[in-house]
């Protein structure tokens, strides 16, 4: 078990990462001033079957909370005001008031999406991210909530620290092979962003299914501490956490293209790939460094080569993105293994030349 | 020209109020650190057309700041997460960034949906409160922003603080007169809360309409003063601040059966008569205290009586409200003019009473 710290401007919180994390859940709570208060664990169809949601109504048990379950539909397409506003009606439905507790037990789409209700049913009640899927280490880290808009993702959200995050690793045990994968994506993120080291490590051993817990939480706990480190200088993402877009500016485009077919670590692998070759362009980054990440993400069985042939429908949604200032679009651009730089004033003609080559290589 | 100054948890900002105060908003955002963006001003279509929008205008043109009008419906019933979903639209139409800034230009409804999508458009962009009503004197201090849902009021929302408010007090020249009356609801309510002189004052001297500058300015800044004080000592309405709820429990609840019929003001002068009548049943507040509270209703011109004959609809909304804890309801009370508290575990039964009684009074 490894914790880690998060420093938000509103509360210093934990990060609990580990098999059986989910045990020390009464004690978290309590530690939080939460103790005795109602328990809304907020869970999509999928998770509720499975055994992580039964360890977790034992954990609340053996701490004598008292529990009811809110559940929405599993997948992205659902991380949207409608579904937010299911959520509202249930939690008034069961009484529940500003002093109880969201759990958030799932995926990124749950916990984006019971953490943006947390953040604004009666202006913001307390919260736990319980993440259940390696892709939501990502997600669950730095107090990002929010749902998406037929317009673009994410465009509705806050900043908003939840009380805790209990990442019981026992979750992953059960993962379909093709959401571990898209998990390592955004892993592999990370090692890109701030972990040469971690990065050397999965070159060596590529993870294409969940490992022991022995191999698996100081993999996992590094990816994360990456992010936390980042988190903790830039809470608001005024500057330095745009770093963490890196692959999400064309990812999410590419995403949303495919009518969310792609997952979301695919999406994430296909625009780290474009990303670096724009970065490669630019004289950024080394062929050698590019070619490691490609390397890497093949090898674990990530897609580098977008779907889309239309570039003119990924511009449209690159344009929306919350990042870009008045000029220019702005990137998150690999420099090296281990280093990622913001880059704005990036011309649409050069993500075209990128995009427009990447599809030739595709069909190559 | 009064300046007051609120310290929120994320930043200090200034609150402008007087004739004239929108000429100093270029300046304002200049502190504030927003030269050169653009600004959405998000208004209704009542206020669009008063003059106090071309003051705006004018105010931001001589700042070189270029800027869009949002239109919204007018009117409470408008004040819904649809609203909020139309004004994300325009806003991604328009090319918004969350580097630019909204400017919520209008009463207690625009103040309060404007401020919403502020807080979670692209996870937050800065905005500027800009009341024209003087209810909105009160909803624009202390940075609560929401919207309503079908099930009650302000039960979506946030605690996302403006950079200023700019209170202009040209825009009160041309409210209607149950406008007005409906705001002094709001500004009794203060005195009630804070400032034994200021009741004295409007005792002395009711205010059916508006007065002359040099009358308006220092009652009006003595109101607000009560709230800053209160919102200052705890922004998050953890404790003291509830004490702003007193009259908005069952005045919430009478607003929401009447169908929005009765104006908020209205609402609230209603709520603060049977909350005096509750806190004089408990022992709390003289007769005589609470007999100046309806005198000075009353001299007014605001209703002191409700109008829904069946109990249980009351009691319904009452359930629903943000502050109660899980036993009993919670109130805010007079316990003397210039002074309330919160009460917990407030029965059903003691409302039951004195609602019954109110509207036997109405028939005697």
Partial sequence: MRTLTIVSERHTYPVIVGAGALSRLPGVLDEAGLGGRHIAIVTDDTVRKQPIAEELVTALEQGSFTYSFIEIPAG????????????????????????DVIVALGGGVVGDLAGFVAATYMRGVPFIQAPTTLLAHD?????????NLP????????????KAVVF?????LSLPQRQWVNGMAEVIKHALIGDADLFATLEAQPLRQCPDAAVLEPILADAMQVKVN??????????LRQILNVGHTIGHAVEQCSDYELGHGEAIAIGLVLEADLAVMRGMLT????????QLLLAHGLPIRPQERDFAEIAKRIQV???HG????TFALPQAIGRVEVVSGVEEDEVRRVYQRALEGESA
Same sequence: chains 1, 2.
């Fill in 287 to 294: 062929m050698e460094a590019r070619d490691r990440l490609v």
């Fill in 321 to 323: 993105d919350k990042k």
């Fill in 151 to 162: 317009q673009g993702k994410n465009l509705v959200g806050a900043f908003y620290p939840p």
């Fill in 139 to 147: 997600s669950a880290l730095g107090g990002k909530v929010g749902v």
């Fill in 230 to 239: 980042i988190v903790n200088a830039d809470e608001h993402e005024t500057g």
């Fill in 76 to 99: 992205d397409a659902h991380k949207s005001l409608d579904t937010a506003v299911s959520v509202y009606g249930e939690l008034l439905a069961i009484g529940f008031r500003r002093s």
């Fill in 326 to 329: 008045r000029r220019g679009w």
């Fill in 168 to 172: 019981d690793t026992r979750a992953l």
